[in-house]
């Protein structure tokens, strides 16, 4: 699980502090993603999602932005917390093309500084 | 809550062996899927399976095959395990008109 987190891009944040992650998706076609969470160790666990009919959609402190014209998605955390260290990845799918796949993206690693 | 069992954390096994990974989800998915994970690769598809019996190829399905007798459980097989398919192996799954996939705890696999 550790080596998940090798080669990947990494984001430090201060313990209460927003965090920020960013996804480039590369499917203009694509209409439905996700964010996953990935704890050393663990298997990804989903955390939010939207659809393209929209730009913004809310949880529990965290926030999914989806801008279409330059096809980026970012997840918002608020007020980081020691548990949410993990690697952040978005999946993207194109669900009109009746394809069961996501494709997922290399993912950021999240550590925040207690 | 969903559910996706994974029948090993850990596996140690060798070069030559055949390997058995099973999945188990109790929520009456259609879809199953076989993914490895690994550093500056992220997650690849094996295999995925849309019903009892049906299977088609992912990406990577070289050196794999899978199966699915029963709607619950999707297997994956490593014939003749190699030192290339050490690896962390998750198992995913999703209602047939749903699009989210939950996944399973992941099986660390090590070929020697």
């Known amino acids: 699980g550790e080596s998940v987190g090798l080669h990947l891009p990494t984001l430090s944040v201060q313990e209460g502090d927003n965090s920020i992650i960013n996804c480039a998706y590369s499917?203009?076609?694509?209409?439905?993603f996700i964010w996953y969470k990935q704890e050393s160790g663990k298997g990804p666990q989903f955390i939010i999602d939207i659809r393209s009919n929209m730009d913004k959609r809310q949880g529990q402190r965290v926030t999914v932005l989806l801008n279409k014209t330059v096809k980026h998605l970012s997840l918002q955390i608020a007020a980081t917390q020691p548990g949410d260290s993990a690697v952040y990845f978005c999946?993207?799918?194109?669900?009109?093309?009746?394809?069961?796949?996501?494709?997922f993206g290399k993912g950021t690693k999240l550590s925040v500084i207690p | 809550d969903v559910k996706v069992t994974q029948s090993s954390r850990y596996l140690v096994k060798r070069t030559g062996e055949k390997v058995f990974l099973e999945c188990v989800q109790d929520?009456?998915?259609?879809?199953m899927f076989w993914y490895r994970q690994d550093p500056g690769l992220g997650l690849r598809l094996i295999y995925f399976s849309y019903d009892v019996k049906m299977k088609e190829k992912g990406d990577i399905p070289e050196g794999y095959s899978v199966s699915r007798e029963k709607k619950e459980r999707f297997s994956l097989i490593l014939e003749s395990a190699s030192t290339n398919q050490t690896s962390m192996y998750l198992c995913a799954s999703t209602p047939r008109t749903y699009d989210t996939q939950y996944f399973g705890p992941g099986t660390r696999l090590t070929v020697l």
């Open positions: 499917n203009s076609a694509s209409d439905y």
């Open positions: 929520m009456d998915h259609e879809n």
């Open positions: 999946a993207e799918k194109n669900s009109g093309a009746g394809s069961y796949q996501l494709t």
